[in-house]
């Protein structure tokens, strides 16, 4: 007879990393679903600040704000691979850090509106969402530090660190400084932060984090950025077809098939790699790998924005022109094959010369599309062409590629083993 599962309070001490079958949990699924909001959030203020001209401070906001999104996230994710015990505590814990998300993501307006201004940034209700993250954090690592005695050291730093951090995000929120100064003082605060996980996971004796757990959360969350590029082409295509658009037409075929394309090519191009197998054997290159990664999903979900402004540019709420429109694209586009090539270069300490005959082929597309703009063809076709830019590497795996990423991944278990 199955039993009715019970939720009572279990020891945390420390997940098997070598576990068999480790797969996400239900409850880091929905703790992914705050992050959706927050990452659409963002995506739609970038959208809206570059189709108003507002370049600099669109960039700047979701440079802040996507960085701050991807961290809690990162952080959250591999305690949950060491330590995700499941129980009550554990659960309540993690909805207390979904609810930070969420006030964090309420936050970002009023961010990019006062980086519009030009004073001082409005970030006191994005603050105060990101401190809740992290205070039911170190909840979380002085728990584990409680009851895993042969990893407190290394649970201990990382609630340090966090705390510090906190202390002088307060202080920074209480001071009301320049912009310039702000900035400033995030990147000593993030660097502090960081300490964290370098001392702990170097020096101290690490956690038990689980390495093809970990892969899969990474995916999951790109496929969750992916969501922002296939509601971005939904955006386009309403603008099309909506009561003041010029109807169903070929426009709008080629549009909705280039907005699939190029988020289905995307999703092919970041799976090539079994990262998983590889983090197993060679756990120390986590950080430039995990970490990389914060580039991977700002681009990922800076495609959405652009797709986003190419519906605003369609419906004449845009004061781009369609070059700039293009380019709203096609920089992530770039952006996030950059991003994977050099996630897959930091992963396997390789560099494949095939690589830069695939990059030649992206940025020519690329270079196509902006080109086509600059001579006055429509933006909806200029987009079709863009789309293909993943399709260069997929198809480069696909037919020669993976014969090389064999030799290296035979390299690489040969010399673990």
Request: aromatic residues 10%; contains cysteine.
């Amino acid at each position: 007879m199955i039993g009715s599962p019970v939720h009572h309070r279990l020891r945390m001490g420390g997940r098997d990393p070598d576990q068999e079958h480790r797969a996400a949990t239900p409850l880091e699924l929905l703790f992914d679903l705050t992050f959706v909001i927050a990452f659409g959030s963002a995506a739609d203020e970038l959208a809206h600040a570059l189709a108003e001209g507002h370049v600099a401070a669109g960039l700047a906001g979701f440079l802040f704000s996507t960085f701050a999104i991807a961290w809690a996230w990162i952080n959250f994710s591999w305690f949950a691979s060491a330590y995700d015990t499941d129980d009550w505590v554990f659960r309540l814990a993690t909805m207390v850090q979904m609810v930070g998300v969420l006030v964090l993501a309420l936050g970002l307006p009023a961010v990019f509106a006062s980086l519009d201004r030009g004073d001082t940034v409005d970030n006191g209700v994005m603050v105060a969402g990101y401190v809740v993250m992290r205070i039911a954090m170190v909840f979380q690592w002085l728990r584990a530090a409680r009851q895993d005695p042969g990893r407190r050291s290394a649970c201990l730093t990382y609630a340090t660190t966090i705390l510090l951090a906190q202390a002088g995000w307060m202080g920074l929120l209480l001071a009301r400084t320049s912009i310039g100064v702000m900035f400033l003082w995030a990147a000593l605060l993030v660097l502090v932060e960081l300490a964290g996980p370098v001392i702990a996971e170097t020096r101290t004796g690490g956690t038990p984090w689980h390495a093809r757990h970990i892969a899969e959360r990474y995916g999951l969350v790109v496929v969750i950025a992916l969501g922002e590029v296939l509601l971005g082409t939904t955006v386009v295509l309403a603008a099309l077809i909506g009561p003041e658009g010029p109807g169903w037409s070929v426009d709008v075929a080629v549009l909705g098939l280039a907005g699939t394309a190029l988020s289905f090519g995307m999703w092919w191009v970041y799976f090539v790699l079994p990262c998983g197998e590889i983090l197993r054997v060679h756990r120390e290159r986590s950080f430039g790998w995990g970490y990389g990664h914060i580039v991977l999903f700002g681009a990922t979900v800076a495609v959405g924005a652009g797709l986003h402004v190419v519906a605003l540019h369609l419906e004449h709420r845009s004061v781009l022109d369609t070059r700039a429109t293009v380019l709203t694209v096609a920089v992530p586009v770039v952006l996030y094959v950059a991003s994977v090539f050099g996630v897959y270069s930091q992963l396997t300490h390789s560099f494949d010369p095939f690589h830069l005959l695939l990059v030649a082929g992206s940025v020519l597309l690329v270079a196509a599309s902006l080109a086509m703009a600059v001579t006055g063809t429509a933006v909806v076709w200029c987009l079709a062409v863009l789309a293909l830019t993943p399709w260069v590497t997929v198809v480069g795996y696909e037919t020669i590629g993976h014969r090389h990423e064999e030799q290296v991944l035979a390299r690489l278990l040969r010399r673990a083993s």
